[in-house]
């Protein structure tokens, strides 16, 4: 090993002999001919796991318990849009498009929509993927902005981060949202009746929309009491 030489019976074991017409048209090479390689003869295999992921009844728990039309937001953000906590708290008010025609705001994008877009924001919060794309929203998310926008309005008035999150129940008022925060939320939302439902919880597998009801989600939306302890 230390001469990083083996003998030929251990590289047997451990490689085939294979050729390149497996590989992707860009890992071919330039030659036009075919290639041989030594091709492993072992792989690892990850075991599948369940995803633990909150019902559709606990999720309509947690909206039920949100006292704020802020609150209800990010419970939408994460269950119905599907979106990771560091990727609601990392949200800009820019990156919510909620017309059915956004050209006006310079977006080419159909319908209601948000961009999620991977940068370095002073709150912490960071989006896992790469690259920057593009989540259609439904009306039920949208009405939840809207009674959120003038929320925001009574108590911040134009003031206030760029974030499209912000604490308004305490200070620093108008100080972006931390992914934090949001776990601490869905612990706080989280009724002894039913298990404890963390953030990770509220999107589906692979970060997949969950179904849920649109008629409790509706009825649930419709409350507006006071704001939770929760920024």
Known sequence: MVNKVAPAWVLEQLYELGDDRDLP??????????????RARHRLQEPETEVDR??????VAL???????RDRLIVLLLSRVGLRPGQVAGLHRCDVHLLMDSRSLGCGVEGAHLHVIRRQNVNGAWSKSRKSWVMPVDFLVVQAADQYAVERYEILGEGGSDFLLVNLFRPPFGSPVTTGAIGELCESLSRPALRRVRHHQAIGPDG???PLPGRALRAAGQTRDTPVLVA
């Open 63 to 69: 909206l039920r318990a949100c006292r704020s039309a």
């Open 208 to 210: 997949r929309v969950l």
């Open 25 to 38: 048209v860009e890992a071919r090479g330039e030659s036009g001919g075919m290639r041989y390689r030594l």
């Open 54 to 59: 909150a019902s559709d009844e606990e999720v």
